[in-house]
């Protein structure tokens, strides 16, 4: 019995532990439900290991699982094998993508088995942009890769491992042209799928046109969009070339080989695409072996700018320009240096006819007398001697002989000589017998260099006509260059003096004057209108003349606040003083009751003069509400009476008037009151006009009522003056200035002028002028006409088809009013040419006299004496921030500008916080326009960028060199990451 013990044990020890099939090893078998889990995410893997022996399942074994570092976690860590052999636990993943490997081990009766999962760990949800990779800069029509990487919110790259997320990448161009490689075209927009990293890569077709390419990308999910720049750069191989030559006249151009002269040459190269071609190498040779060659960049727009010369020695040389990139695309452009050697001359008088020095002691004349090469080219540095010959006063008596102020000149750049002429002067004692009002001199004015003399004949007289003076904005011009000639037209009037002004200006000071108006004082506030009308209405008097005339002033605002406030007389300052002290006043506008005064005013205070000019200037800028109507329309109430007007009204007042007592008309009826004055004195109209005052009105800064407008108009009209309206302060100004000029002594009527150029003199010798000039329009410029009350421009093009004049109705010209018209002409050849034919003359006084236009020269040559030099050059060196970092406010930048070409020098300031890919212009600087080096600097203000590295860049650019550029060497430091700033507002 007991020999069977030990066998129970044994049987239930086996029974106890695995089962093992005979001739069976143990095996470890390790699956997940799930072949992804996500990064960072809340849901894990179930993993499940099977042990068996064969097909057995082992129960009871040890099982301890493992996770891969730094991938996740698993739990429980250990575990036993089940009745079916399995052992549960679940994988949680980290933070990290990528592959994370589950391995059971087994401690088996055999031994360790182990086995092993893999289960995939995806990124999370797309979060941000971690990168962009691109060329900021592209040569215009060219391609360059854009790659944009996603990463999750851990840092893991959107890799396409499970599921390829999309980009969409849009683009934006000035060509419209600019697109994406979808393997057959370059739509403007394509979606792109990133790879394993999670970039995303795109090839871009930049624009054919120079500029920007905007690139818009659109992530996935809730990932911001993002924008980047592009620029295409004209800097392709060049495929044509144009050039300019200054001077240009002259086939070939000509320059005079004087040592100085030399010519400007500016050549441009285009890409296939018409876009400038920078940063292009071009070689530059001339036919003259010994000058070599010299190789230059054009600049970004595509240009580079040589001069050629000086010579000393007469010849033509050809210059070619080819680029180095493109044989093919190449030059050549003769010049011509040209003698200097004088051999002509040509006289001029300005003006020729002029007052005699009794009635005008200043008046004189230029005296003018040209040099010139064989070219026509003007002759620096030859004396030219003056005398005066054949003095013919007449009957006449002179008190003074004309004279010379000197005898010789020496002619300047434009080979000019200059000297004064004085003209004579007679007796102003009518009781001299030879004494005349009508008395006229003349003489000859001779002008003599080396063996050549020329003559000129000069008047001068004491008597009222009109003078011309003539004058061209050049003197020497470039052939198919332009010059602006200006005929200036004077009514002296110097023995003739105008008939004096009474005038009374009638201010209007209501309320209303102290709203502001369009013009702004010193400190940038807009004034009142009455202070408006203070400046206004004294450049009126300004334009008096204190020795005759005689001013006075009333203002006003409601009935009973009408002050004289300067009795009518000649001195000014109390006028102006008067107008000072004005101030705008609450009441309403009683304008007739003003007006009233003033005329009164004037009636009571006679010239001693017969012939005085009286005027009653009113200038208001409202309806009028008080007193009534100015012309007595509708009901008269004398004061007093039944009907009263509000001091304080604002609605206009047409049809109840203020009764005048002996004004006429008639008072009747209970209350009494007239019906029949508008046709008396009581119509102010009637009274000034019955006493030979003009009524002017103004209605300023203010859109009067039809019935005032209109009663205005037939009020000053019927008087002989007019109605303006002044919209603003200037055309305020404008009509008192007109008024001024409406009440001054006419000097001439009718004048005409007729400027001809049918023929033109050149070199001596009458050419067509159609081969001499061109008229030129320009809005603005020419046909410019200036005359006492407009300026105004006309086009002469369809005239000067027609018979190559310019005709001019100028119409009455008034005593010291000056007429003048400028217009432009293109000069078509090269030469000494006069510019007027002889044809040209001014016509006045109903043609009883006339003038002719005097002699006007000009020399047109091949072209200016630019002086350039051979080859230019732009540097900026030095740049670095001064200061320490980390800047957290401002960021100081200085560097140096070194230039040696004959233009100026145009910089911008940039920086980039992204390693150079972005640029931000902050500061355009002053043009720099020295030669050498020139310091500069420049602050950028950094308080509201966010920390970071930045670079700092110049740009510089000229038209006669190659771009220059400057980058900081290494970045800086913005800021900080743990800064805090406080931003008040």
């Known amino acids: 019995m007991h020999s069977g013990i030990p066998l129970l044990i044994l049987l239930a020890l086996a029974l106890a532990v695995a089962p093992v099939t005979a001739g069976f090893p143990y095996t470890c078998s390790v699956d997940s439900d799930t072949d992804w889990v996500v990064a960072g995410g809340s849901g894990g893997a179930a993993v499940t290991v099977t042990v068996l022996s064969g097909s057995v399942a082992v129960p009871g074994l040890p099982v301890t699982f493992e996770i891969s570092p730094g991938l996740g976690s698993i739990t429980p860590a250990t575990g036993v094998t089940d009745a079916q052999g399995h052992a549960s636990a679940t994988f949680m993943p980290g933070t990290v993508s990528g592959a994370a490997t589950i391995t059971a081990r087994v401690e088996s009766p055999a031994g360790e088995v182990v086995g092993t999962c893999e289960v995939g760990i995806d990124h999370a949800a797309p979060y941000r942009i971690s990168m962009t990779a691109y060329t900021p800069e592209v040569t215009v029509g060219e391609t360059t890769a854009v790659t944009v990487r996603l990463v999750d ?173 493109n044989s093919s695309v190449t030059v050549s452009q003769p010049v011509e240096f040209t003698s200097t050697a004088p051999v002509n001359m040509l006289l001029t008088a300005s003006p020729q006819n002029m007052p005699s020095r009794d009635v005008k002691p200043e008046s004189e004349a230029r005296i003018r007398a040209k040099v010139m090469d064989i070219k026509g080219n003007p002759v620096f540095g030859e004396t030219v001697a003056f005398e005066i010959r054949a003095i013919d006063a007449g009957i006449y008596a002179q008190t003074e002989d004309p004279s010379l102020v000197s005898a010789s000149a020496l002619t300047n750049a434009d080979g000019y000589a200059d000297v004064v002429f004085c003209p004579g002067a007679f007796t102003t004692d009518r009781n001299n017998a030879s004494y005349s009002a009508t008395a006229t001199g003349t003489c000859e004015i001779v002008a003599t260099w080396g063996n050549i003399s020329r003559t000129i004949a000069v008047t001068w007289k004491n008597y009222p006509y009109l003078s011309v003076e003539t004058f061209t904005s050049d003197e020497t011009v470039a052939v198919n260059d332009t010059i602006d000639v200006t005929v200036l037209l004077r009514g002296d009037g110097w023995a003739l003096q105008p008939d004096p002004i009474d005038a009374m200006l009638v201010m209007d000071r209501s309320g209303s004057m102290e709203r502001e108006t369009d013009v702004t004082d010193a400190s940038g506030h807009a004034i009142s209108r009455l202070d408006a009308a203070k400046i206004s209405a004294k450049t009126f008097i300004g334009s008096m003349n204190e020795d005759a005339d005689r001013l006075g002033m009333v203002s006003y605002d409601y009935e009973g606040g009408v002050t004289l406030d300067a009795d009518l007389g000649s001195d000014f300052a109390v006028v102006n003083a008067s107008i000072d002290s004005l101030d705008a006043d609450n009441g309403a506008t009683a304008t007739r009751a003003g007006l009233k005064s003033a005329i009164k005013h004037l009636i009571e205070n006679p010239s001693s003069n017969p012939k005085a000019i009286r005027a009653v200037i009113l200038m208001t800028d409202g309806n009028w509400n008080n007193a009534g109507s100015p012309v007595a329309h509708g009901t008269g109430w004398p004061a007093g009476g039944a009907y009263t007007f509000s001091n304080y009204a604002t609605v206009l007042e047409s049809s109840n008037y203020r009764y005048y007592t002996g004004f006429g008309g008639t008072l009747a009826g209970s209350p009494l009151s007239c019906a029949n004055g508008e046709f008396t004195e009581q119509n102010l109209s009637i009274y000034a006009k019955n006493h030979g005052i003009r009524i002017y009105v103004i209605a300023f800064a203010f859109t009067p009522d039809n019935v005032v407008s209109t009663t205005f108009r037939s009020m000053a009209e019927h008087t002989g003056g007019f109605y303006r309206h002044a919209p603003n302060t200037q055309d305020l100004t404008d009509i008192y200035s007109e008024i001024a000029g409406e009440l001054k002594t006419e000097a001439g009527v009718n004048t005409e002028m007729s400027v001809e150029f049918e023929t033109v003199e050149v070199n001596g010798t009458l050419e067509a002028g159609a081969d001499v000039f061109d008229y030129v329009y320009v809005p603005g410029s020419s046909t410019l006409i200036k005359s006492l009350n407009s300026t105004y421009t006309r086009d002469d093009t369809l005239n000067w088809a027609n018979n190559h004049a310019l005709s001019f109705d100028i119409g009455t010209v008034k005593l010291n009013q000056v007429w003048e018209t400028t217009f432009r002409l293109k000069v078509l050849t090269d030469g000494n040419i006069n510019v007027f034919g002889s044809g040209s003359t001014i016509a006045f006084n109903d043609g009883a006299e006339a003038l002719n236009l005097p002699d006007l020269f000009i020399t047109a040559v091949p072209g200016l004496n630019n002086t350039g030099v051979e080859t230019m050059a732009l540097v900026v060196d030095n740049l670095c921030c001064t200061g320490a970092e980390p800047y957290l406010d401002l960021l100081p930048v200085a560097w140096e500008v070194n230039y040696s070409g004959a233009a100026t020098v145009s910089q911008t300031v940039s920086y980039s916080s992204d390693g150079g890919n972005t640029w931000v212009c902050f500061d355009a600087r002053p043009a720099v326009t020295t030669h050498g080096v020139t310091p500069d600097s420049t602050v950028l203000d950094v308080r509201r960028l966010p920390p970071g590295e930045y670079l700092i860049r110049v740009h510089a650019t000229s038209p006669d060199t190659p771009d220059a550029r400057a980058d900081l060497a290494t970045p800086v430091q913005v800021g900080s990451s743990g800064q805090v700033k406080i931003q008040i507002r």
Request: hydrophobic share 35%; proline share 7%; aromatic share 8%.
């Open 153 to 325: 919110r851990y840092g893991n790259p959107v890799g396409n491992r499970r599921i390829a997320e999309m980009v969409s990448f849009t683009v934006g161009s000035a060509g419209g042209d600019a697109g994406f490689w979808n393997g057959s075209a370059y739509p403007d927009t394509l979606v792109g799928e990133v790879d394993a990293e999670g970039n995303a890569t795109v090839t871009l077709r930049v624009s054919q046109v120079s500029g920007e390419n905007l690139v818009f990308i659109d992530p996935p999910g809730q990932v911001p969009d993002r924008f980047l720049t592009i620029y295409g750069v004209a800097n392709g191989v060049p495929a044509s070339i144009t050039h300019a030559v200054t001077p240009s006249a002259g086939s070939p151009p000509y320059q005079p080989a004087d040592g100085t002269s030399k010519f400007t040459l500016t050549y441009t190269l285009f890409d296939r695409y018409g876009n400038p071609s920078g940063g292009q190498a071009v070689r530059i040779t001339t036919s003259l072996s010994s000058e070599g060659e010299r190789l230059l960049t054009t600049n970004s727009v595509g240009q580079v700018t040589i001069g050629y010369g000086p010579k000393e020695t007469t010849g033509t040389v050809t210059i070619t320009a080819t680029a180095v990139a």
